[in-house]
Antibody, heavy 117, light 113 residues
Framework: QVYLMQSGGGVVKPGRSLRLSCAASGFSFGTYVMYWVRQTPGTGLQWVAVISSDGNNQYYSASVKGRFTISRDNSKNMVYLQLNSLSPEDTAVYYC??????????WGQGALVTVSS | EIVLTQSPATLSLSPGERATLSCRASQSISNYLTWYQQKRGQAPRLLIWDAFNTAPGIPDRFRGYGSGTDFTLTISSLEPEDFAVYYCQCHQGSSSDWPPVITFGGGTKVEIK
C-alpha cells in the first residue's frame, strides 16, 4: 500500500520560511521523481516543483523559483519543500505526489500553509 | 507552455444523467492526459491516465477519450458520489523527459441540478 504522509504547514508571517515534509512508504521511493503541487483556496491545482529520483535535479514553476527548494533523502524515503520569502499569494494547500506514467497516482493528505501578518 | 482549457466550468445534472466534460490542450500532447476527481477537503483522485486508461478501483462508468488536443471524460450515469470537481492534467513530453513538467486545467464542477 502506497502512503504519502505529510507534515509541516501552518500560519507564517510574510517574508518568513517554512518546511514541508512528506514521508513515503509502500513503493521503491528512490526510483521515482516526486512532485509538490499546491491548491489555493477555492481555485485549481498548480504544479510547484519536481525532483529527480536521485535528487540531483530539480525544477520549479516560475512563481516559486528562487524562493522554494525541493529536496529528498532516499535513505529515509522523504521529500521536502523549503518555502522561503513567503508572501500571501503562497497561501495554499500543498500536496506531495507520486507519479505513474504521465499522471500522479498517489497524493499526500495535504498541508495548509497560510501566509498572513 | 501548454495550456489546458476545461469546459464547461460548471455542469448541473441530475443523478442518472450522463456527464460529458471537455479538456482542450493549446498544442498536441499525444495521449499524455490524465483526469482526476476531487471532493471537498480531499486530495485529487486519479481516474483516467494516458487519455483512456482507467485507474484501479475506478468504476467503469468513467471513460476517457481523445488524443492530440481534444479530450473528453464521460460519466455514463451519475451516482450521488460523483458530484465533485474534475481536473485534467497533461505531461509536457513523455514521462521520461526532463524536466517532467505537468500542467493542470482549471477544473469542471459537476453539481446536482
Amino acid at each position: 500500500q502506497v502512503y504519502l504522509m505529510q507534515s509541516g504547514g501552518g500560519v507564517v508571517k510574510p517574508g518568513r520560511s517554512l518546511r514541508l515534509s512528506c514521508a513515503a512508504s509502500g513503493f521503491s521511493f528512490g526510483t521515482y521523481v516526486m512532485y509538490w503541487v499546491r491548491q489555493t483556496p477555492g481555485t485549481g491545482l498548480q504544479w510547484v516543483a519536481v525532483i529527480s529520483s536521485d535528487g540531483n535535479n530539480q525544477y520549479y514553476s516560475a512563481s516559486v523559483k528562487g524562493r522554494f527548494t525541493i529536496s529528498r533523502d532516499n535513505s529515509k524515503n522523504m521529500v521536502y519543500l523549503q518555502l522561503n520569502s513567503l508572501s500571501p499569494e503562497d497561501t495554499a494547500v500543498y500536496y506531495c505526489a507520486k507519479p505513474s506514467g504521465s499522471g500522479l497516482d498517489h497524493w499526500g493528505q495535504g498541508a495548509l500553509v497560510t501566509v498572513s501578518s | 507552455e501548454i495550456v489546458l482549457t476545461q469546459s464547461p466550468a460548471t455542469l448541473s445534472l441530475s443523478p442518472g444523467e450522463r456527464a460529458t466534460l471537455s479538456c482542450r490542450a493549446s498544442q498536441s500532447i499525444s495521449n499524455y492526459l490524465t483526469w482526476y476527481q476531487q471532493k471537498r477537503g480531499q486530495a485529487p483522485r486519479l481516474l483516467i491516465w494516458d487519455a483512456f486508461n482507467t485507474a484501479p478501483g475506478i468504476p467503469d462508468r468513467f471513460r476517457g477519450y481523445g488524443s492530440g488536443t481534444d479530450f473528453t471524460l464521460t460519466i455514463s450515469s451519475l451516482e450521488p458520489e460523483d458530484f465533485a470537481v474534475y481536473y485534467c492534467q497533461c505531461h509536457q513530453g513523455s514521462s521520461s523527459d526532463w524536466p517532467p513538467v505537468i500542467t493542470f486545467g482549471g477544473g469542471t464542477k459537476v453539481e446536482i441540478k
